[in-house]
């Protein structure tokens, strides 16, 4: 007789299939709902993840110093606070004041800048009608014509009255300022022979005058309201509620007092947990998390470094380059630089302001715009090449592809929230991956790893 074989449902691959089709069952009508509910209150959820992301980051601090020292945890976290709050009250005296009258000079300068373009580009196109049709390019040197030298009338040399010193010193400044303009002109010259080459001249100044309009016609906090709503971190109930300084605030208070509570009572929290883990898992289980503890403390610390050079880094070089704003700019770029790639949006903004107040002030070259790029160049491969591997080093284990990808999945689904969060969220499922996961996939396909023998 031949053995009668398995049933169906009592064969692994089927169990498994089955309960992975059960499982993105339910995963599909509870994730958006769950997706929502944390979306919805984003506002809310920051300041909290905030407080417990400092709690985590300080905690070696404040264990040391209950081991170390033998002080209580929560005299620890009062130091760790009262510390913080020194240090930020010396960074409000020396840094605050001078951002702040950059700001404000920032949105007073802007008021002026689509009149002053509008009024640029009108001037270009009024000197680009005047000149004749058949006026040849200033690129090509073959079209120049040959220089002739102009008989000197030295009579009139020799007739002419002798000058005084200041009258001397009137006319060299005067041939200084004639030779600059000569300079801007001919680089501006050049400038529209490229632009109505590309373009036709009719189609240049067409497209420059409706940009210039459209800027004109811009409503400044509209954009303002854009800027915030793209953070998005301020709408919602609470931010239909309060303004942003209201909600600022409030969200100050709330991450002091969590971080409090958080730092004080972080060992028993963790300790709490412990007993629901199965006991022949345990070992296992406590590995895993120790794992993922060693790569997203690596992960944040190396970001709050980083964060700190970038604008040390960003703000010295564009001092020198000349970039109005400069230090509101390259603090703002250390910010964003938590988020991987996310500096880029403060290199923007510094070419286009520095674009738009060369050209609205009549003196643009282009070396306003190299020399920016060349400091934000510099400041991005220090970063890569020197800080990123002292302070951080391989911590997440990410790909850049990875990285780019998992900022975009979470922003797009839970706005800034999910960009600050999706990196560590994307090392601890690798690690979870690599450790638990596909040991279990290949055991059950039959190619089960080797004991003492890590799965890459």
């Not at 028993?268 to 998390?289: D, M, R, S, Y």
């Amino acid at each position: 007789m031949t053995e009668r074989s398995t049933p169906l449902w009592l064969q692994r691959w089927f169990q498994l299939l089955l309960g992975s089709l059960v499982l993105l069952t339910v995963a599909s009508l509870v994730v958006p709902w769950l997706l929502g509910v944390v979306y919805a209150l984003r506002s809310v959820l920051l300041p909290l993840v905030i407080a417990i992301g400092l709690a985590y980051i300080f905690n070696p601090v404040v264990t040391w110093s209950h081991q170390k020292l033998k002080l209580p945890r929560w005299i620890g976290t009062a130091g760790v606070m009262l510390s913080g709050l020194v240090v930020t009250m010396i960074l409000a005296m020396v840094v605050l004041p001078p951002l702040v009258g950059q700001g404000v000079e920032l949105i007073n300068k802007a008021k002026s800048y689509p009149e002053q373009i509008r009024q640029f580009v009108q001037e270009q196109a009024d000197r680009h009608n005047a000149e004749p049709a058949t006026q040849p390019s200033t690129l090509d040197p073959t079209t120049l014509p040959e220089a002739t030298a102009a008989p000197q009338d030295t009579t009139a040399v020799t007739d002419a009255p002798a000058l005084s010193d200041s009258d001397n010193i009137t006319a060299k400044d005067e041939a200084d300022a004639n030779a600059e303009a000569q300079v801007d002109s001919g680089f501006m010259s050049d400038l529209r022979v490229v632009i109505d080459e590309a373009l036709g001249p009719e189609r240049a100044t067409e497209l420059l005058a409706k940009t210039a309009d459209l800027l004109n016609e811009m409503d400044w906090k509209q954009v303002g309201a854009f800027i915030l709503a793209s953070l998005d971190v301020g709408s919602g109930v609470v931010g239909s509620a309060i303004n942003i300084t209201s909600y600022l605030a409030l969200s100050a208070i709330i991450i002091g007092f969590c971080f409090f509570f958080f730092s004080w009572k972080l060992d028993k929290l963790t300790a709490w947990f412990v007993p629901f883990i199965p006991v022949q898992h345990k070992t296992e289980v406590l590995g895993v998390i120790v794992m993922m503890d060693k790569s997203v403390a690596a992960f944040i610390r190396g970001r709050l470094i980083q964060a700190g050079v970038m604008s040390v880094v960003l703000s010295i070089g564009w001092w020198i380059a000349g970039v109005p704003s400069w230090l509101l700019l390259g603090v703002l770029s250390g910010a964003l630089n938590l988020v991987p790639f996310a500096a880029v949006v403060g290199f923007l903004a510094a070419i286009v302001l520095v674009l738009v107040d060369s050209v609205a002030g009549g003196g643009f070259t282009i070396w306003v715009l190299i020399w920016p790029t060349f400091v934000y160049i510099l400041a991005q491969g220090f970063d890569g090449w020197v800080v990123e591997p002292i302070v951080q080093g391989k911590a997440t284990d990410l790909d850049p592809v990875s990285v780019l990808l998992a900022v975009m999945i979470g922003g797009a689904l839970a706005g800034l929230l999910g960009m600050l969060i999706a990196i560590p969220a994307a090392a601890c499922i690798k690690i979870l991956s690599r450790q638990v996961v596909l040991p279990r996939l290949r055991a059950l396909a039959g190619s089960e790893t080797p004991p003492g023998v890590n799965p890459q």
